[in-house]
């Protein structure tokens, strides 16, 4: 700046010091939140950003005392206020200005730390032997135990460190072959065990040496390689990579960091240090910040896109953040995230074939609860409901240790990574031939002769307007809707159901309806059907009692006012949910006891009026006698208000999971 504008932008200059000021402590506050999880991990603190929070706190303290200095002073004037301090002014302009280019450069050098905050260190411990890093593809594994490598090399914690790419199958002799060629080792012998005994020796000469297993896809027996570890040898220590965390339990990992993906600080200034400043210009920075941000923190994803993007025009940014808000088998194909697609694709091509339905299931329906993944999946009939929950269960913990599912602390809701599910979608709609619609207001149904290839059609938080008057589909066995706007619902076809005679689960969440389509009663294979949410009040519900073979019945959080006589007709009904059914009073007589395969029953949060049986009285409400007559149920939860209406012996039943409220007491089986 000249020096009369030292003087003349005086008050300017203090207003942007203060301005930057703020600036600058929020970004040590993002540093050191930073650096205090780091810590709680044992991790080590980069010796840069140890110093930049020096000089940060440093400057910040002396910038907050001249701002409070300045303000405490006088205005600057003279000669009782009358002329100004024309001297006093221009220091003041030149002060302000010099500090707040000191703040703005400190900023500026914390921008540039991207993601190097800290890194694993491992510990000096003996009994330490095997550690594992495991975390979704793409998302910097094997970028992170590199660099770790060669810290571990320039830092001298190891006199060795070996690293060698163990792949999805796995190559003993190729793997000895890398670990050999650092060693020095030459190994002419054939035979894997002559081999694996002179690995063995060798490395046990070694006092200290760091082996990097990366991409590991299953265990491994390292006594085939040849690799010491444990009482064999302390100064042998292992470090694995791997997607599943399953993969370093079963190989006897002592410690194990998942890797997750970027927040959306770090994700941008990624994207700005591979992209350049070119991505800061006026024009091009919103297009850019969106595009970051549909990447969803997964680095591969973050680095492709920018790549192909660097140095283009603004349209082609444009549509690049169309294709990635759009996920279909062509956007994936065309370029943008191929990479991050062919890396979560291997991901599930390596998934078993239950895994590789259950994942593709949960992207047709995710975020959602365990319960209604259970619901959907019985729907197909390929599982008994007990065999469901377990199988399930231990499926959703499999996908969430391979990092393909994100998994709530209740273990009760998951949901997906978006990035991931989105490949995953894209696959469902090339081997289920799904047709899936998520977060629009303007689509359009397929076209008659598209619409009979599909096998799924789900329809998550968009606009659902125009439904056809019916579908025709002799191959749809799955339909799930689920609108943005619930008190906007759609009017359904009386002929909706007229040509999708193959459907077996049915779910219409969240939906206000008027009346139930009459030509549900045509789905003689429909084994789940789920209203969920729904807006049903006063209509009439009776027509479910034609489903003959349904299985699942859903009305969980709805609006429902009571069950009809005729539901007492699905004596194959394996599960019914009125959970929070707020406004559930009646059910008609002997409807409950009529349900003779009933399994579980769900009745949380409902304000049933029971009544008591009678001799000789006629009941217009149900009675929890008609409980007492449900030979295959194992699971209940209900709500009474008191213990006078309960039938004698009524807690004593054979449950294996129960939840009965009486008045303000729970009583639940004990945890064993």
Known sequence: QSEFSYWHNSGANFDNLKAELDRLKDERESIQRRVSEAERKSEKIEEMVEKWLVNANKRIEQAA???????????????????????????????????????????????????????????????????????????????LVKEFARRAIEDELYDMVVFSEVTQSPDIKQIQQEIAEKLGLEL???????????????????????????????????????????????????????????????????K?????????????????IIAGAYVENRELKSTATSVAKACRGLPIALTIVVKALRNKELPEWKNALQELQMPS??????????EAYSTIELSYKYLGKQLKETILLCSLIAPTSIMDLINYTMGFGVLKLEEAHNKLHAWVRQLRDSCLLLVD???????????????????????????VVRNKNMWEWPNPDALKKYLAISLINSRINDIPEGLESAQLEFLLMIPNNSFLGPNIPENFFKGVKKLRV?????????????????????????????????????????LKNLKILSFVRSDIVQLPKALGELTKLRLSDLTDCFHLKVIAPNVISSLTRLEELYMGNCPIEWEVERAN????????????????????????????????????????????????????????
């Open 329 to 338: 088998e062509t956007s994936f194909d065309e370029g943008v995230p191929a």
């Open 506 to 546: 049915v779910a219409l969440v969240k939906m206000l309806l008027s009346s139930l389509p009459s030509s549900i009663y045509l789905l003689v294979n429909l084994q789940t059907l789920c209203l969920d949410q729904s807006i049903l009040r006063d209509i009439d519900i009776a027509i479910i009692g034609k």
């Open 409 to 435: 602390g209740s273990s009760k809701f998951f949901s997906m990574h978006d990035v991931l599910r989105d490949v995953a979608i894209s696959i469902a709609c090339r081997d289920m031939n799904a047709f």
């Open 188 to 254: 002419s012998e054939e035979a894997e065990f002559r081999r694996a005994s002179r690995m063995f020796e060798r490395l046990k000469n070694e006092k200290k040496i760091l082996l990097i297993l990366d991409n590991t896809w299953k265990s491994l027996d390292l006594g085939t390689i040849g690799i010491p570890f444990g009482v064999e040898h302390r100064g042998c220590k292992l470090l694995f990579t791997t997607r599943d965390l399953d993969v370093l339990i079963r190989m006897g990992s002592e």
């Open 65 to 143: 005392k001249f701002i409070q200095d300045e303000e405490a002073a006088n205005d600057g004037r003279c000669l009782m206020g009358l002329f100004p301090d024309w001297f006093a002014r221009y220091q003041h302009g030149r002060k302000a200005e010099t500090e707040k280019e000191a703040l703005s450069k400190l900023r500026e050098e914390a921008e540039r730390f991207d993601n190097r905050i800290s890194y694993p260190t491992i510990r000096e411990d003996i009994w330490l032997n095997i550690i594992g890093v495991y975390g979704m593809g793409g998302i910097g594994k094997t970028t």
């Open 256 to 272: 194990n960091f998942s890797i997750g993906i970027l927040n959306e600080q770090e994700a941008w200034r990624l994207f700005k």
């Open 617 to 672: 009285s006629e009941r217009s409400n149900s009675s929890l006698d008609e409980l007492m007559n449900l030979p295959w149920l194992t699971t209940l939860e209900i709500d009474v208000k008191n213990d006078s209406i309960l039938p004698e012996s009524f807690l004593t039943q054979k449950l294996e999971r129960f939840k009965i409220s009486i008045g303000n007491e729970s009583f639940m089986p004990s945890q064993s």
